[in-house]
Every structure is written in structure tokens, then in C-alpha cells.
């Protein structure tokens, strides 16, 4: 087998995945520690080598045309199996090691998810975290990542492996001085007329699930509500007596205690919905993958996410 990479275009796949995950050729640049002149130079002689362009170039943002989004999912995979490959010939190998790429809806993740992760990474010092959180729905196979924190149902494919950290109850509630000023909806016709607080995605808000006793289930978009993308946020908005929300329950369970928040309509709570971490095949036998999946679902096991049945 011949090899017919030379170093000037490995630098060029290294450029350009790092370009890939930059909002311009300026941001990539000062992540490589070279110009920006020679970020756009070896993304072009690597394009000229293969015969396609990559990116799409405006003075707004730089993005990735269809055969660049091609070529990053090789890349990333290449780059993956190179990193496995290296700590597989280390005296270390037994040893997770190496970057870890984790999504996470917010509040999940920085509640649930960091107290673990940071567990880990003291007990093994040689992996690295990079940490995105967000309750955008992404690929993880499409953006390169090694692991994602989802609640929900989950998209059928054959290239992804999924295993249930929780069953989450979703709970409607808001604070008592709002429900003493406002008044107990009772039903989902006098929900109507209250001020009411919903999560924001892909440019429209997210449906309230609702399920009354012996019916089907019900979904629940308010005419006029505050619609807000961060689930941290959407709490705090909740918690200043701005109106009423739906929040998994593990997000509130401390609240409600306290009385910070009180349960409304809760004989029209939906069925409980999976907690699931998720991460493409091609990763499943990486010894870095395999300890956090490990020791995620041990923690299940124990309820750190709630119930699992």
C-alpha cells in the first residue's frame, strides 16, 4: 500500500477540522497559533489537492459546503482511530486517556452530569474534557462527538448506541405568590388564560405534554408565553414568579420541597420520558467512552438521574 500523504497535507486536514469548528478562518487561526493568511492558504491547497471546495466564504461566517461536511465526518473519524491508535502503543494503554467530546442539555449537564465528570478526570488526569452545553438537538456522528446527554425519544439509526440513565416525570409548576395572584388552573381551558413560560427550539416553542387520566396524550403550546432556549434560565424565570412551566422533575425536586414551587394539574402529568446517553458505534470499544459509559450507568443504577423505572 502506498502513502501519498505528505506533512504539508496532514497539516491541511488539521487546519481545516479546526477551521470546521470556528465561526471564521480569524477564530481558527488564533486556535492554531498561526496566521490568519496561512489558515486560508493550506484550507486552499488542500482543496485545490482534492478537487472540491470545502467552505463557503462570506465577510459573515464561514461554513461547510456538502462535500465539507463529507470530508470533516472522515476526518474526525480518522483523527479518532490515530488517537486510539497512539494510546494502544503506550505503555499507558490500559489508561484512559485523550479528549472526550460531551454534549449536554444544560441544566442536565451541569447538574447531573459535572459532579461525575469531574470525578473521573481527578481519578484520570490524562483525559480531557471539551464540553458543550446546549438543548439543541445535534448528530453526534455529524459533529464529532464522542457523547451525548439527551431526554426524549431518540431518532432509529443503525450508527448510534443508546442506553437509559432515567425515566423523567415532567412536572408543571410555578411559584405560590404567582398561583395566589393568578389562580389554580384547573384544567387545560383555564390554563389558557395564564401567563406561561416554554422552552424554545429551532425557532418555535416546545409543545407542554399533558396526559389527563384514561386519555390520550395532549399537546400544549400556549398563544402567548415567554419562550426561552436555556433550561436554567427558563427555571430562574419560573422561580421569579413570571408564570407557569414544565420541567423535568429532577430539575425541580429541590423547589418543590422547599415550596419554592408548587405542582399544578399534576393529575394531567404525561408519561415519564428516557434519559439517555448516546454515542456513535464506530466509538463503543475506546477505553475512554467505555469508563464515563461505565461509570454513568452505575450511577443509574444507584438513581443519581432518578428513577429508572
Not at 403550546?221 to 426561552?228: G, T, V, Y
Not at 412551566?245 to 428516557?274: C, I, N, R, W
Amino acid at each position: 500500500m502506498s502513502i501519498n500523504f505528505s506533512a504539508e497535507t496532514l497539516r491541511g486536514i488539521t487546519n481545516f477540522v479546526v477551521a470546521a469548528h470556528s465561526r471564521s478562518f480569524t477564530e481558527a487561526a488564533e486556535n492554531l497559533g498561526i496566521t490568519k493568511s496561512a489558515v486560508g492558504k493550506s484550507i486552499a491547497r488542500l482543496e485545490e489537492r482534492l478537487g472540491t471546495r470545502l467552505f463557503h466564504r462570506s465577510t459573515r461566517k464561514l461554513s461547510l459546503t456538502t462535500d465539507g461536511e463529507a470530508y470533516l465526518k472522515s476526518c474526525l473519524s480518522a483523527l479518532d482511530i490515530l488517537d486510539t491508535a497512539e494510546h494502544a502503543l503506550c505503555k499507558r494503554q490500559e489508561i484512559p486517556s485523550g479528549n472526550v467530546r460531551i454534549d449536554m442539555p444544560a441544566s442536565f449537564g451541569r447538574n447531573l452530569m459535572m459532579p461525575l465528570l469531574l470525578d473521573i478526570v481527578k481519578q484520570y488526569p490524562a483525559l480531557r474534557l471539551k464540553l458543550t452545553f446546549n438543548d439543541r438537538l445535534i448528530d453526534p456522528v455529524q459533529e464529532g462527538i464522542d457523547l451525548v446527554l439527551r431526554l426524549g425519544e431518540l431518532q432509529s439509526t443503525d450508527e448510534l448506541i443508546a442506553r437509559r440513565l432515567s425515566r423523567q416525570r415532567f412536572v408543571l409548576c410555578a411559584t405560590p405568590a404567582y398561583l395566589e395572584q393568578q389562580g389554580m388552573p384547573v384544567d387545560i381551558d383555564s390554563l389558557k388564560q395564564h401567563r406561561c413560560i416554554m422552552g424554545y427550539r429551532r425557532g418555535a416553542p416546545l409543545a407542554w405534554r399533558f396526559k389527563p387520566e384514561g386519555d390520550k396524550e395532549i399537546r400544549f403550546i400556549a398563544d402567548s408565553a415567554h419562550e426561552i432556549s436555556d433550561g436554567d434560565a427558563m427555571l430562574q424565570a419560573c422561580l421569579a414568579g413570571l408564570g407557569i412551566a414544565q420541567f423535568p422533575e429532577s430539575m425541580v425536586t429541590e423547589y418543590l420541597e422547599k415550596g419554592d414551587l408548587v405542582p399544578v394539574m399534576s393529575e394531567y402529568a404525561p408519561d415519564p420520558a428516557d434519559l439517555n446517553i448516546v454515542w456513535p458505534k464506530a466509538k463503543h470499544l475506546f477505553p475512554k467512552i467505555r469508563l464515563i459509559v461505565d461509570r454513568l450507568l452505575a450511577k443509574a443504577e444507584e438513581g443519581h438521574f432518578g428513577s429508572l423505572r
